[in-house]
């Protein structure tokens, strides 16, 4: 028994060997990726048969092999069968997408609707239409569907599929993976920090160094990329800019606080009374005086908090996003001037402030790249079952 | 010659398994470091054998093995000969201190002095008058001192040990470690930073969780220590707290930004015109209102601004250390109410606040504690060259 389990370990431990490589590096012939982990070439030809059979894999043609100059059949993962779901409970909006083994993104719907108005139940009942007519449009693509992640604008507890506390939807202790009720692997995860990832796999990625991606929401929260990985703090809740304190003695916010970051520089404050974010860039294009100097107050008000974040976290990037990405040529000028001023004299390197290549779809997009990042980990679960214990561990 | 290269390396890796193991989890057996590390008996021999000639082990009587129940020899660190020396330079005062290898403090001097008044050169001269007598000292004792680290108030360039900018001190691109010039491996650190590895080693430690460690002086640094390691930043200059901006109108900080926390709650900030750390400390304790009332402004400026660090770094605890220990029993009511204040309805968990146990030490003393790590992780230069290639690798 005990055998028996350790022989499946090791297979599991293989297989993601073998597919992490293919990701990274891919594609490779059988013998390079031998090469690469250490394997054996006919553990690895195994292997490759496992994933190809589940349809992550596929053989793409011959190859020259890179290092020996050997010709052979090149191995690639395959973005036919599997597939992730990533999804959105904004303040203003709901999203749903597709993203494959590959992260091609497959499928992308987005649904504007004002979440505030109505119970939090009716809310994630919306989520399940969207994400329920996404999973039919996937499963005709022929995608197989590995599970899903939730991307939510508060702290979240992941365990329970809780968001604690969604003080602009109004939300409070709500049992969002419960009340789903999809028929897959759900799993929540914070808006922000799920729109970091989506700039790291989906957007300007690895040439931003060590990153803060800032999302302008309703709400403002950002995450922290730190050598390829996200940076949650001790509990999860890491990169609340919204709530870094601007003027301590400003207004009252949702979250208890006062002058927070939010009430100047969220997208409450930036929009007109009933106006909309295509509103506001078509008046700012126009030159209008007033959308101008609302957003130069807003980006100095966001200038002072990005001090204040990187005079504490040092990255080498600042990436805008959300309602930011559209609001760049307005907002960057006077966020730039912020930085330069208070940091320069200080630090040998003023952050880079750059906008955000994901876009607005970074949190959804970042959610179903992290069900990839868990699939590529742990291929197994959507693998037939082992064959007979005689494999070979790593080398 | 490559097989000489790669027998060295791996002594290296082996010695560095076996100390790091009697470091963590010492006094062992031969046997039990054996089981521990995946060596064979004869290598541990031969390992601990090379360790107790160079003075970084000993053994220290029979014992019975833990876990099988023989009896043996166990084998402990040594402190009796590898030490190392911690500096500081900080506004009002220099430290030296002399750590050995079981992180026994065996040399601590400070000396209050007012470096503002007098060129870096001299300022660095002094330093090393103090650390020549310090190593004296530790001569005296029988300790071999394997190098040092310099703490300075400031952003520092590792490679070419030059200090950035220390505003508060009036430095900018001093090269601290030439000009020091002692006659032992020199490199410089933030003190902020040490000050939290301080806390780390020689203070409350492991209990404390993910914690920000606070260094009050004239100016106000911190580090965060996440899973046992300091969170350093892209350049290594996270944790400038004392330049999070508290009021964005505020008075003007010599780092070139306005309404930074140092202005509110740095040691200038909290004493009166002339006055010194204990006699601030003598007026609060006859309850002079004056003082009490100062406490309480700047624990309420350094209360928003852990708020904010709280908001993007989510720490179990914030440690308060420097001058914010001894005017803990002052400072800490008002820091805690504006945490709570501005906490407590969004976040789960407000970060509990705590006095620093390293004290005022904790700088110079993450600066030997670091110097000590490094032996710990390679201790091949301290040792003998190795004997002929015929050592076995790690299992």
Redesign the interface.
């Known amino acids: 028994m005990a055998g028996a389990l350790r022989h499946g370990t090791m297979r599991a431990g293989n297989l993601a060997v073998v597919l992490g490589e293919l990701d990274r590096r891919g594609p490779l012939t059988r013998a390079a990726l031998a090469d690469g982990t250490g394997l054996t070439k006919t553990t690895v030809s195994k292997l490759v048969g496992d994933l190809i059979d589940a349809g992550m894999a596929v053989e793409s043609g011959a190859v020259r092999d890179g290092e020996r100059g050997r010709p052979g059949t090149a191995v690639r993962l395959s973005g036919h069968r599997v597939a992730a779901l990533g999804l959105e409970i904004n303040v203003d909006y709901l999203a749903a997408c597709v993203v494959d083994l590959t992260r091609e993104i497959r499928v992308i719907r987005t649904q504007p609707v004002d979440n505030r108005s109505v119970p939090p139940a009716e809310v994630i009942a919306r989520l399940r239409t969207l994400a329920t007519t996404v999973l039919a449009e996937a499963a005709a693509l022929g995608l197989s569907v590995a599970g899903a992640v939730v991307a939510l604008p508060g702290?979240v507890?992941p365990i329970t599929g809780t968001v604690?506390?969604a003080?602009n939807l109004g939300w409070r202790d709500v049992a969002v993976t419960d009340t789903l009720a999809l028929p897959l692997p759900v799993v929540v995860d914070n808006e922000a920090n799920l729109a970091a990832l989506g700039e790291l796999w989906f957007g300007s990625g690895p040439s931003l160094?060590?990153f803060l991606h800032v999302s302008g929401e309703i709400g403002i929260g950002?995450g922290l990329v730190?050598g390829g990985g996200l940076?949650?703090?001790?509990?999860?809740?890491?990169?609340?800019?919204g709530?870094?304190?601007?003027?301590?003695d400003g207004p009252p916010c949702r979250?208890?606080?006062?002058g927070c970051l939010e009430r100047y520089a969220g997208q409450d404050a930036l929009l007109a009374e009933g106006e909309t974010l295509p509103g506001l860039v078509a008046r700012l294009r126009s030159g209008d005086p007033e959308a101008l100097e609302s957003c130069t107050r807003a980006g100095t008000a966001l200038g002072?908090?990005l001090?204040?974040?990187a005079?504490?976290?040092?990255?080498?990037t600042i990436v805008l996003g959300g309602i930011y990405a559209p609001l760049f040529p307005w907002i960057s000028t006077s966020v730039t001037r912020t930085l330069h001023?208070?940091?320069?004299?200080?630090?040998?390197?003023v952050p880079a402030l750059v906008i955000s290549a994901a876009g607005t779809n970074a949190a959804p997009l970042g959610a179903a790249g992290s069900v990839i990042q868990r699939v590529i980990a742990d291929p197994t679960p959507l693998l037939p079952s082992p064959p007979a214990p005689h494999q070979e561990a790593i080398g």
Request: hydrophobic letters at 35%; charged letters at 20%; one cysteine or more.
């Open positions: 702290p507890d604690h506390r003080p160094g060590d950002a730190v940076f949650r703090g001790a509990h999860g809740f890491a990169g609340e800019l709530h870094v304190v601007v003027t301590p979250c208890g606080g006062s002072i908090a001090t204040t974040a005079n504490l976290l040092d990255p080498d001023s208070r940091l320069s004299q200080m630090h040998p390197k």
